[in-house]
Nanobody, 123 residues
Framework: QVQLVESGGGSVQAGGSLRLSCAAS????????VAWFRQAPGKEREGIAT????????YFHDSGVGRFTISQDNAKNTVYLQMNNLKPEDTARYYC????????????????WGQGTQVTVSS
């Protein structure tokens, strides 16, 4: 079992920044890939970015490219999502998830999920 705990969400004004953290209880082969997703009310959960334990990253969400950066600190079993120049449309609950072996696009293929952290961006 891998437990994921997100933190770092909050309320900011447009143009502001937040850094989300996803702390894993331990590293195993089941968490070789960690992803960030978000879900706004009434919308489907959408992928933002993924990172392998090796450090390879992929960005899924076009509107976050250039504003969002995923990174990790393997010594702390923690993955981060740095979000800059936030916009009201970034308002959502942000989740991290883990999967073994590879980074799927579909949230249904992720084995472990955190409880999420709320990000609210006001104009």
């Amino acid at each position: 079992q891998v437990q994921l705990v997100e933190s770092g969400g909050g309320s900011v004004q447009a143009g502001g920044s937040l850094r989300l953290s996803c702390a894993a209880s331990r590293y195993t082969d089941s968490s070789d890939c960690v992803a960030w997703f978000r879900q706004a009310p009434g919308k489907e959960r959408e992928g933002i970015a993924t990172i392998y334990s090796s450090g390879r990253v992929t960005y899924f969400h076009d509107s976050g490219v250039g504003r969002f950066t995923i990174s990790q600190d393997n010594a702390k079993n923690t993955v981060y999502l740095q979000m800059n120049n936030l916009k009201p449309e970034d308002t959502a609950r942000y989740y991290c998830a883990a999967a073994p072996d590879y980074c799927p696009r579909s949230p249904s293929q992720y084995t472990y999920w955190g409880q999420g952290t709320q990000v609210t961006v006001s104009s």
